[in-house]
């Protein structure tokens, strides 16, 4: 048996699906959903913090987002600028290390240089990493994978005969960090949706009906337990599991 701590995740992705429908049932616009699922990427951070989870990669905004009415993408751009501006101070002082992940090139250079600007106000943190995946795909984050490499071969720094694994591993948004552990997805949809492909190949999938805003940290406590419940097997038998551990 694996001791507790190592039933602890060490890095924890959710895609924070089900704003809009949490809105709708309360006759109100889609952003009301949005704002109110800050307060639950506030629960979270502190649930990581509190449990030693060591990277927490949210999904924000996927790169087919863009495809959202106007006035929706409008308000979540919005509800961005707003959030860096009021919680930078806060997840710093706590000492979470802010990373955005994805095509920042499409964003507006206001909201942009804002995001560079938390990335670099707190690289020196260590408490948590917290990935804020926007403008993000998990096809892209391959095919720029694959780009870098192709361009380190074009250099002469490396033959294409090395590109293994590891090597295009290397390259991807969040190499630098613990391998993905649990992928928690709420809203009730059973769906990857484009999030994390590289590092999900040997997850933990956790599907909750719970839409994003009521999420709080007995939820996210449930999600936890659940995993701690999980053998992970990598491709080995049950047994070999159990005489290795
Ligand atoms: C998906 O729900 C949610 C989003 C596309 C936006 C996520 C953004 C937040 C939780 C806001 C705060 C985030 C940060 C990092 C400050 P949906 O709109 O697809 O919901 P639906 O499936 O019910 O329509």
């Not at 949490?22 to 699922?37: E, N, Q, V």
């Given at each position: 048996m694996a001791s507790p701590a190592a039933r602890v995740p060490r890095h924890v992705a959710i895609v924070m699906d089900g704003n809009g429908r949490?809105?709708?049932?309360?006759?109100?616009?889609?952003?009301?959903?949005?704002?109110?699922?800050q307060k639950a990427v506030r629960e979270a951070v502190e649930f990581s913090l509190r449990n030693g989870i060591e990277s927490l990669t949210l999904f924000a905004f996927s790169s087919e987002n863009w495809n959202r009415p106007a006035t929706e993408v409008g308000?979540?751009?919005?509800?961005?600028?707003?959030?860096?501006?009021?919680?930078?101070?806060?997840?710093?002082?706590?000492?979470?290390?802010?990373?955005?992940v994805g095509d920042l090139d499409a964003f507006a250079p206001e909201l942009r240089q804002r995001m560079l600007g938390a990335m670099e106000r707190?690289?020196?943190n260590a408490a948590l990493n917290m990935n804020v995946a926007v403008n993000y795909g998990g096809?892209?984050?391959?095919?720029?994978?694959?780009?870098k490499?192709?361009?380190?071969?074009?250099?002469?720094?490396?033959?294409?005969?090395?590109i293994t694994e590891d090597t295009l591993a290397s390259y991807t948004c969040l190499a630098d960090q613990p391998p993905l552990d649990l992928f928690i997805r709420t809203g009730g949809e059973h769906r990857v949706s484009n999030f994390l492909l590289w590092q999900v190949a040997y997850a933990e999938l956790y599907f909750t009906d719970t839409l994003?805003?009521?999420?709080?940290?007995?939820?996210?406590?449930?999600?936890?337990?659940?995993?701690?419940?999980?053998?992970?097997?990598?491709?080995?038998?049950g047994e070999q599991v159990a005489n290795a551990s």
């Open positions: 949490w809105a709708k049932k309360r006759l109100r616009p889609r952003s009301f959903g949005h704002h109110a699922g308000a979540l751009m919005d509800l961005f600028l707003k959030a860096l501006d009021k919680e930078v101070d806060e997840l710093h002082g706590n000492g979470v290390r802010i990373r955005f707190t690289a020196g096809r892209w984050d391959i095919a720029q994978a694959a780009r490499a192709a361009e380190a071969v074009a250099r002469g720094e490396l033959a294409a005969s090395q994003w805003p009521d999420v709080d940290q007995a939820c996210l406590a449930e999600a936890l337990d659940d995993y701690a419940r999980r053998e992970r097997r990598y491709g080995r038998t």
